[in-house]
């Protein structure tokens, strides 16, 4: 695969790239507190005595949990393990008051799977799973001397025992384009069976970059450092592409990467040195005495596939081959859950409403790819929060397929269609957009137009066949576009002829 | 002949975030070896095909429905912080680490 953006190290090394992406679950309580789960509430105000590890507490697994869990396993078809553990990772820091993270270690609650992802003009890859597991947030340290002087932190555990899923990816990408089309594929998926809203923005979709560089043509992976915590797409690229220039001075130099955390510095687009990596011994994992084993029924797993909503590659060639849809097209209007099901709403409702059947499914698309991402674009508005329903569209695509509004008119009432709402009936009377379809106006215009357009008429009649477009423009305008663009062309070619 | 060197000791204390004196150490490592002197003792057992014991009890983890509670009042929360900001908890300043 051919990387989009050239480095000078990539005739030397191949990038091997692997990420641990942390994603908050969607549940209305913690993992193991009834605390709930918010965002952005004042500090310390969403917590729980289990969250502050108050002496003779216990945790207590939230139930929902495991559906979600499932869920995942199911999208990406891993293994979901019957008997999971949880284990303390041991570490001392002041957002984590017991002194440990509950966390899975040997036995994770999801074993394997894979992602697809396509990068444009390249075959479609997979990326394997090593795992994910089930684990509790930390809570925030602030580092903020306005607030708390120069000698202290500030600590909300608001965040504390949040429900994570930590998945793990193979180290099988080999450019920061591939891990950006993981990352989006990624998040697409669980936004899609709803088991992360993956809101980056607040910190519910976060990623962690392992990066390696190995020598064309060898096989032994290269020391890998870590980049921790960048947070959004075009952070997690420039990280990866900054630290792979890193390392490859390093390298050229003779060097030896060491293996560390780095911290990306998106103002000056390099990576630093954070701290040198503490083995995974130092964490001290053991199984957490407070908690028995995950045991999964098979039984459980089948109930919650019976109810697996479609997945956006199950989608995609499902609209390609339902609407004769084009790939690159089924990619964009399944490239959210919503887009997506507001497509098929507008299909199903043209067809209730008898739109002819063959055009259907490509009226609708026309609509949707071209004319509403675009306002919804210029507007800054997402389609969630926009009032245009399905059935709207429909009645406007109808309008026009049987020729009371032409393609401009539907064109001029559709942004306030996406933006205000209403209904295209209405707006098209009461701007008195309905098409002229009464053949004696037309031909009325028409005849006026040929008299006007001499020159236009003489060189149609040689033989210029664009003429009759401008002949076309000149009708249209002395109807006010309202004519039926057809039933003047078939009018002007009638009579000139 | 030693299971464990007053290195791992002392990495072990640092860690733990343990100040431990010469004696303390000297002390930790002599209980440390008959620790892993009686656990040597099971490993002399056959386990082969036993499943590791993770937990004594055989029991399937108990659950909760996912129904948030009222939280906690802030101001009982930080009652016991030596310091607080607001409804913040104030500690030592962190240096040069991010939380994981």
């Known amino acids: ?174 450019s920061s384009e591939e891990a950006g089309a993981y990352l989006r594929a990624l998040r697409s998926i669980l936004r899609y069976i709803g088991v992360s809203h993956g809101d980056m923005e607040k910190g519910q979709f976060r990623c962690d970059a392992n990066v390696s560089l190995r020598r064309i043509g060898t096989q032994q992976l290269g020391t890998r450092t870590e980049c921790k915590n960048v947070n959004s797409f075009a952070n997690v690229e420039a990280a990866i592409d900054a630290e792979c220039v890193r390392q490859a001075e390093v390298l050229d130099d003779g060097g030896d990467v060491v293996q560390a955390t780095m911290a990306f510095d998106p103002a000056t687009g390099r990576t630093r040195v954070l701290r040198l990596k ?31 909503p479609e997945l956006p590659d199950e989608k995609h060639a499902r609209f390609q081959a339902d609407f004769a849809l084009s790939a690159h097209d089924a990619g964009i209007l399944t490239g959210s859950r919503e887009l997506g099901d507001f497509f098929e709403a507008v299909v199903v409702a043209c067809e209730a409403m008898g739109t002819d059947a063959a055009t259907r499914a490509k009226a609708v698309s026309n609509w949707v790819l071209r004319d509403l991402l675009r306002i919804l674009k210029e507007r800054d508005l997402e389609l969630e929060d926009a009032p245009i329903e399905p059935q709207a569209l429909a009645s406007l695509i109808c309008l026009v397929d049987a020729g009371r509004l032409t393609v401009k008119s539907a064109q001029q009432i559709f942004p306030d269609l996406v933006c205000e709402g209403g209904d295209p009936v209405q707006m098209m009377t009461a701007q008195g957009l309905e098409a002229v379809s009464d053949s004696g106006v037309i031909e009325d215009a028409v005849a006026r137009v040929i008299e006007a357009n001499p020159d236009a008429v003489a060189s149609f009649r040689e033989g210029d066949q664009k003429s009759i477009n401008f002949l076309m423009g000149q009708v249209m305008k002395r109807t006010q576009g309202k004519a039926n663009p057809g039933q003047v062309r078939e009018l002007l070619i009638q009579k000139l002829s | 002949m030693s299971r464990i060197s007053r290195q791992e000791v002392d990495q072990i204390a640092q860690l733990a975030r343990l100040s431990l004196s010469d004696d303390e150490a000297a002390a930790m490592e002599r209980d440390l070896e008959r620790i892993l002197e009686y656990v040597a003792a099971l490993e002399t057992l056959d386990t082969e095909g036993v499943e590791p014991t993770a937990h004594a009890l055989q029991l399937a983890t108990p659950v909760r429905p996912d129904e948030a509670c009222e939280p906690m009042d802030p101001e009982l929360a930080l009652s016991n912080a030596p310091e607080a900001a607001g409804t913040a908890f104030v500690v030592p300043k962190v240096i040069d680490e991010e939380g994981r």
């Not at chain 1, 918010?38 to 310390?44: F, I, S």
């Not at chain 1, 903020?144 to 180290?171: C, K, Q, T, Y």
């Not at chain 1, 130092?282 to 407070?290: A, G, I, K, L, M």
């Open chain 1, 278 to 308: 503490e083995n995974s011994d130092d964490y001290r994992y053991f199984p957490d005495p407070d908690l028995v084993p995950l045991v999964i029924a098979a039984e459980r797993i089948e109930a919650v596939r019976r109810k697996m």
């Open chain 1, 1 to 174: 695969m051919s990387p989009a953006r050239d480095f000078e190290w990539q005739d030397r090394y191949e990038a091997v790239i692997g990420l641990e992406v942390h994603t908050h679950l969607a549940t209305e309580s913690k993992l193991f507190s009834p605390a709930p789960v918010r965002y952005g509430d004042a500090p310390n105000h969403a917590v729980h005595p289990i969250d502050l590890a108050l002496p003779g507490v216990l945790p207590m697994l939230n139930d929902r949990v495991i559906d979600l869990a499932i869920r995942f396993g199911l999208a990406v078809r891993g293994e979901v393990n019957p008997r999971s553990i949880f284990a303390r990772k041991n570490y001392f820091y002041p957002d984590l008051p017991k002194g440990y993270q509950i966390s899975q270690f040997e036995d994770p609650v999801i074993i394997g799977g894979s992602v697809q992802i396509a990068l444009e003009g390249s075959e479609p890859r997979t990326i394997h799973l090593t795992r994910a597991h089930l684990e509790e947030d930390a809570g925030k340290s602030i580092h903020d001397p306005a607030l708390a002087g120069s000698d202290a932190s500030l600590v909300d555990l608001n965040r504390a025992g949040v429900p994570l899923l930590e998945i793990v990816s193979e180290p099988e990408m080999h």
